[in-house]
């Protein structure tokens, strides 16, 4: 298959974590979403949890009201969250799990356990024009239940992928990263849009830019990392240099 262009979204929810720490207003996610448009971003993430303890409600009001790209709300699948992604009418939202008790995201959704709790989520936000995601494990079942759900779009859960690869399980990694390329074939062949999330770095990204099923990489806290050394600007860059590279050698 003929690999289409891929999309870099970038997570400014650490950013509005650095803000919060201090209290007062800077630094504002905000801001750095326009910079990381600028850099080379193709739209912008933020997770609006419960406890606010990044992002807050005023935030995805500004950056939907501000940013010149599209605006991926990541959310649990709640009534409360629900009323907010209405009221902000956002480009996408991508349904993620949520404990308060977790520094980050932990797995993907249970869409199979889930399927009943989540269809009515997806089906609502698709009627208030928003273009729906769900956060899963790389696996076939969870392609085949996304679909059944109703979700367009699944995003690929990485994280034990980038875990494996930082504590040197090379075994390990190649066999999550395999559990990837091989859920990414599913999803196209269902019919669904592939995104990929979660730990990505530099090298990462190289390496799941090369699979052409996938469309998207939503990347955060590795960019804001970096970002105390390098800018956020040439942080971007260098992830935008990193996934051309590897879009080239696509298959």
Request: glycine share 8%.
């Amino acid at each position: 298959m003929a690999a289409k262009p891929i999309r870099l979204g970038v997570n400014v929810d650490h950013v509005a974590t650095l803000r919060n720490a201090r209290g007062g207003a800077l630094p504002d996610p905000v801001r750095a979403a326009a910079l990381a448009i600028e850099a080379g971003a193709d739209g912008i993430t933020a997770h609006l949890r419960e406890d606010r303890r990044h992002i807050r409600d005023d935030d995805m009001h500004r950056l939907k009201a501000r940013i010149s790209k599209p605006l991926n709300f990541e959310m649990a699948a709640t009534e409360p969250m629900l009323d907010v992604a209405l009221a902000v009418r956002p480009h996408a939202a991508c349904l993620v799990p949520e404990k308060r008790t977790e520094r980050t995201t932990e797995g993907g959704l249970d869409v199979l356990g889930g399927h009943d709790r989540l269809r009515p989520f997806v089906s609502e936000l698709t009627r208030g024009g928003v273009r729906v995601s769900l956060f899963v494990e790389p696996s076939a079942e969870a392609m085949e239940a996304a679909r059944s759900i109703g979700a367009p779009v699944v995003e690929l859960h990485a994280g034990a992928w980038a875990h494996a690869r930082e504590t040197g399980e090379n075994g390990r990694a190649q066999h999550e990263f395999q559990r990837i390329k091989d859920a990414a074939r599913k999803a196209h062949a269902l019919g669904l849009e592939c995104h990929a999330g979660h730990g990505i770095d530099y090298d990462m990204a190289r390496e799941v830019a090369a699979l052409a099923q996938v469309v998207e990489l939503n990347i955060g806290h590795f960019l804001v990392a970096e970002a105390v050394f390098v800018g956020l600007g040439q942080a971007i860059r260098e992830m935008r240099a990193a996934m051309d590279e590897g879009r080239r050698h696509a298959h």
